[in-house]
């Protein structure tokens, strides 16, 4: 298993080295650097990973995992099925994308994301416009920034992603208490997290097979 998954990029000095259920049947994550930088990855058997439910979850604990690393780390995660087919290939990439992802961690450093979908219950009768901005007066406040994501359902009134401070999310999480007290016999709070801030980074890199 000579090819490389990513998971995320770190600080170069950062030296992660754990033992894990990871993607594709893997069991360690290591870094490795270049440069300003260092790419979280481990060792598989090929560049295109099928996406399963349990590998795309096995992502993400990963990469929570790595966010809790001897104190905390901060990482600009990859989305799910980024892999290159050897160390030359991927330090390449590291070595034409070390500003890009210098931004993006400080843009990121100590903050986590949050989300929250609200639904309607079924026979429920609520205005989208009321809920929706008692919801921003009440999270966004708190919140370093927020993106919206897909109304997939009619009866789905607010899918928002959050990047807040990590000394913060107990006031996030006391506010969505507030809200779901005030609206609960109607809505549905949907609220998950932490996550790596992948709403936040736009860091577009290629795959090598």
């Known amino acids: 298993m000579s090819h490389k998954y990513v998971y995320g990029i770190v600080e170069a000095d950062d030296d992660i080295e754990f033992e894990t259920d990871a993607v594709a049947g893997a069991d360690r994550v290591y870094t490795v650097p270049n440069g300003r930088c260092a790419a979280v990855v481990s060792d598989i058997d090929t560049t295109d990973p099928e996406r399963t439910d349990e590998d795309a979850q096995r992502h993400d604990d990963v990469l929570r995992e790595i966010m809790a690393y001897d104190g905390g780390r901060t990482i600009v995660p990859m989305q799910f099925g980024m892999a290159f087919k050897g160390d030359p290939e991927l330090k390449n990439v590291l070595r ?7 931004r993006a961690m400080r ?17 429920a009768d609520i205005d989208r416009g009321t809920i929706t901005t008692a919801v921003a007066e009440e999270l966004e406040p708190i919140a370093v920034q927020s993106v919206p994501d897909d109304l997939f359902s009619d009866r789905l009134v607010l899918n928002r992603s959050y990047l807040v401070e990590e000394d913060d999310q107990e006031a996030f999480d006391e506010a969505i208490g507030s809200l779901e007290e005030k609206y609960g016999d109607e809505l549905m709070f949907q609220y998950t997290g932490p996550f790596a801030p992948y709403s936040f980074v736009n860091v577009k890199i290629g795959t090598q097979g």
């Open 96 to 102: 034409g994308a070390q500003t890009a992802f210098g």
């Open 107 to 123: 843009d990121i450093e100590g903050r986590i994301e949050l989300g929250l979908k609200v639904v309607r219950e079924e026979d």
